[in-house]
């Protein structure tokens, strides 16, 4: 089935430093990518959608020179958390959506992040 | 907009008892409707989904879900509850237009040996 793959798993670092996040789609192409961050024991929060070779689309209240969004290629999407605080810290998690076999194709999901700013 | 709402933060059952997780849909047009499973400090795995086809899915690890458009409704069952299955519960929907998913607030499945 399809994998997401999403790197690294667990960052820590000091306050002040920027954090990249790469997910990659291994076996299909994502002309769609999303990312989400999780508070502890919360649901998912939507925080912006990554369109190949397009700027990304923010969703409201999330700083997007903050979370730098780049979607390269077919399979990699990558989030930077710049100049990271400690109200920063947090999972994040990615998805893909496989756009070949249509709507009724699921979101799936990488690993998350666990990002913890000292 | 499409919102889902899963009733119940928290569901304990003993082992071998019978899983029930409650998941209710917004939209008056019945949308794409998923379950997901998320096991600590992991991402989410896709248990099900429901495409407009048969009301009754079946997914991975013996759970299934019955989509019932009368109640907006897609209840997760689960005949017999294992230890493995403790782990947060997420049911999302997919509306039309709509690029990404609407989450609900997730159940938190305990499992009592």
């Known amino acids: 089935g399809a994998v997401v793959s999403q790197h690294p798993s667990w960052v820590i670092c000091k306050s002040g430093t920027s954090v990249k996040i790469e997910c990659r789609s291994l076996?299909?192409?994502?002309?769609?990518m999303f990312w989400y961050r999780q508070f502890p024991k919360q649901s998912l929060m939507l925080m912006a959608t990554s369109n190949e070779g397009s700027k990304a689309t923010y969703e409201q209240g999330v700083e997007k020179d903050k979370f730098l969004i780049n979607h390269a290629s077919l399979t990699l999407s990558t989030l930077t958390v710049t100049s990271a605080h400690p109200e920063d810290s947090s999972f994040y998690i990615c998805?893909?959506?496989?756009?070949?076999?249509?709507?009724?194709?699921?979101?799936?999901f990488g690993d998350g992040t666990r990002l913890s700013i000292l | 907009a499409q919102s889902v709402t899963q009733l119940g933060s928290h569901v304990s059952v003993s082992e071998g008892a019978l899983v029930l997780l409650r998941c209710n849909y917004s939209?008056?047009?019945?949308?794409?409707l998923f379950w997901y499973v998320q096991y600590p400090n992991q991402g989410l795995q896709l248990l099900l989904k429901y495409t407009s086809a048969a009301t009754l899915v079946k997914g991975i690890n013996g759970f299934e879900a019955e989509f019932k458009k009368s109640e907006t409704s897609f209840h997760l069952t689960k005949p017999s509850a294992h230890m493995s299955d403790a782990a947060e519960y997420f049911c999302?929907?997919?509306?039309?237009?709509?690029?990404?998913?609407?989450f609900g607030t997730g159940t938190r499945l305990t499992v009592i040996p």
């Open positions: 999302a929907a997919d509306q039309t237009g709509a690029n990404n998913l609407f």
């Open positions: 939209s008056s047009v019945p949308p794409y």
């Open positions: 076996d299909f192409q994502a002309t769609t």
């Open positions: 998805s893909a959506r496989d756009w070949t076999g249509g709507r009724n194709q699921p979101q799936h």
